[in-house]
Structures are given as structure tokens and as C-alpha cells.
């Protein structure tokens, strides 16, 4: 995935479903990584551009996964690409510890409707 892709949804220069389309070979090899017990996962991040990720970019993905218009999958892979990407600056570092969160189901659980409800809302009420 180029981080110039995700930072093009973000600024609402691409719409999500072309933005799924684009990622899609990458997050199928993912999901199949992820049921294989212990294995590991490889995340294809380009760094083409820096990333300033700020809290409403944390919410739009919360909302993009409530709307069911990304899959757990598909999260946690933007997730894992982001924590891991070099060029990604956040606006506050309790946004990474939201992203990882969204990582990994063996290591961190299934990720739920109701945890990005309650990430939202901490968000949106701590300002």
C-alpha cells in the first residue's frame, strides 16, 4: 500500500471502495498470513510521502469499520501499516496506542463495533 493512497482518503481525495480495490491483492495475502497459528504477517507499506495522522483520521477508520465498510482485515492491516510506516507523524501518541489495538486479532483479540465506538468517543471527548 503507498502511504500516499491512504493519505489520499483521508484528505477525501479517493473514495473507500477504490481505496479497497486498490489495497485488495495486499490485505487477501494478509488474511490468508493471519490464519496460519504463529505466522508472520508481512505488511507492503510504501513510503512515498510523509503522513500526518491526526484523531479525526483515527475516527473516519472507526467509522469506515462501524459502517462495515472496511472488515476487521482490512483495518488491521492499514493499522499494522501505519504503526509501522517510518513517515507517519501523529498528531498525539495515544493515537498509536488506538492503531495497535486494531492490529493483529491473535495478538490483541478481535477487534469489535463496540471498541471503535468507545475509541470514538474517547477521541471526541478528550478534545
Known amino acids: 500500500m503507498e502511504l500516499s493512497l491512504l493519505n ?3 484528505n477525501g ?6 481505496f479497497k480495490r486498490m489495497i485488495s491483492n495486499e490485505v487477501g495475502v494478509y ?13 507492503d507499506i510504501k513510503d ?3 503522513l500526518n ?11 469506515y469499520f462501524i459502517d462495515e465498510k472496511l472488515d476487521v482485515s482490512e483495518l488491521a ?20 496506542d488506538y492503531l495497535e489495538e486494531m ?8 477487534f469489535s ?5 468507545q475509541i470514538i468517543e474517547k477521541i471526541t471527548t478528550d478534545g
Open 31 to 43: 488474511k490468508e498470513q493471519l490464519k496460519k497459528k504463529g505466522s508472520v504477517v508481512s505488511i
Open 53 to 63: 495522522f491526526r484523531a479525526d483520521n483515527l475516527v473516519q477508520l472507526c467509522r
Open 103 to 110: 492490529t493483529d486479532p491473535e495478538v490483541n483479540g478481535l
Open 77 to 96: 492491516y492499514i493499522a499494522d501499516a501505519l504503526c509501522l510506516s517510518e513517515n507517519v507523524n501523529y498528531e498525539k501518541e495515544s493515537l498509536v
Open 113 to 117: 463495533k463496540k471498541l471503535a465506538l
Open 48 to 50: 512515498d510521502c510523509s
Open 8 to 10: 489520499h482518503l483521508f
Open 13 to 18: 481525495q479517493v473514495e473507500i471502495d477504490f
